[in-house]
């Protein structure tokens, strides 16, 4: 828990200093990718690579890197990696839409082992601990806890990446009552894991943007998959779909349904 508490004030000066200075006020640019980044991006990304190495001695690889640096940091650093997401909802910072986060997680051996993830607009901090639990501002996960069932949830789709019948099904016979898409990767996680949503689906994520959300949903009980496994941690690491849910009993018809339609 100590090293929870160190992290979140981290996550929290940063964005106090470096991110929310800036919001509404810096312009947006386009990466080699075609994503978005802002000045915003990399001074955050600058002092988390400064300030988590004092926390836990490891290497930082942050989404603002090359991918040559990130697959160079993955390959050499099996025992502890940092992974950050400096912002992520860029694109709802440059517009304006207060739906974004700071996104840290201590990864070992593939697995993320500490996350956590701070939302500066809603001055939430989530974080979880591998086999330790997830806490939401001192508040043990999930927040809420309806007991409902598929047909009755919320899900939270992205359909950028799915591919096949999927995106045309999930949008018009999925077995749930309403849809939500927040924009923020890390943030969608947060919400299954407070309980604020039912049931997620993601075509593709990277890296940073599960490796800390990821575990706080499942710290937090929620059951998670890929569109090709049903061991999530041992999908590919640089990018992996994630099919969730908050619930042992949403999950399997959610899961089965999503592959169903595939």
């Known amino acids: 828990m100590e090293l929870l ?21 810096v312009a947006g640019g386009r990466k080699h990718d075609g994503s978005t980044f802002t000045e915003a991006d990399l001074a955050s990304q600058v ?27 993955l390959e050499e650093n099996p025992d502890g990696l940092w992974i950050v997401d400096p912002i992520d909802g860029t694109t709802n910072f440059i517009h304006g839409l207060p739906y974004f986060a700071i996104s840290i997680a201590l990864m070992r051996q593939g697995r993320s082992a500490l996350g956590v993830v701070y939302l500066p607009v809603l001055d939430e ?9 997830a806490w939401c501002n001192g508040e043990p996960l999930p927040l809420i806890a309806p007991d ?6 919320v899900a939270i789709v ?3 990446h799915l591919t096949g019948r999927l995106p045309n099904r999930v949008v018009t016979v999925a077995p749930f009552a309403s849809l939500r898409n927040f924009g923020a990767s890390t943030i969608d996680w947060c919400f299954l894991a407070a309980g604020r949503v039912d049931i997620m689906l993601h075509g593709s994520q990277k890296l ?5 959300g990821a575990l706080i949903a499942e710290e937090a009980g929620c059951q998670l998959a890929t569109l090709n496994l049903d061991d999530y941690w041992a999908d590919r690491v640089m990018a992996r779909s994630a099919i969730a849910a908050r619930t042992a009993a949403l999950f399997g018809p959610w899961r089965d349904w999503v592959r169903l339609n595939r």
């Open 5 to 25: 508490t160190r992290i979140c004030d981290l996550a929290r000066d940063v964005a106090a200093r470096e991110v929310m200075p800036r919001f509404l006020k």
């Open 47 to 73: 002092a988390l690579v400064k300030g988590l190495p004092e926390i836990v001695n490891c290497p930082v690889l942050g989404e603002e890197m090359t991918t040559a640096e990130q697959l160079e940091l």
């Open 125 to 133: 901090c989530y974080y979880a601990a591998a086999g330790q639990g």
């Open 148 to 153: 409902i069932q598929t047909g009755d949830g």
């Open 158 to 160: 992205e359909t950028k």
């Open 208 to 212: 940073w943007d599960y490796a800390a």
